[in-house]
């Protein structure tokens, strides 16, 4: 269930064309090796996680928080 380091650098070069932001970046949890903590310029803001329970269909969910003072400073 572990994210290889290839799968990292498909999975960072496939959301940095989709969001067309180049600062995007993924990094190993040291904790967790099933899930890579994606950043954008450095700062954390979500995780991805790996999903391979049926070998033949793995897929990746990506979650990201978004607390209430973080829309308050984008008003």
């Not at 959301?15 to 903590?37: H, M, P, T």
């Not at 790996?50 to 793995?58: G, S």
């Amino acid at each position: 269930m572990d994210i290889s380091n290839k799968e990292m650098t498909k999975l960072q070069q496939y959301l940095q064309g989709k969001f067309s932001n180049k600062n995007i970046s993924l990094r190993e949890r040291s904790q967790a090796r099933d899930s890579v903590e994606v950043l954008l310029n450095g700062e954390f803001i979500g995780v991805i996680y790996k999903d391979d329970e049926d070998a033949e269909d793995v897929s990746y969910d990506f979650n990201m928080a978004i607390l209430n003072i973080d829309l308050e400073s984008a008003a």
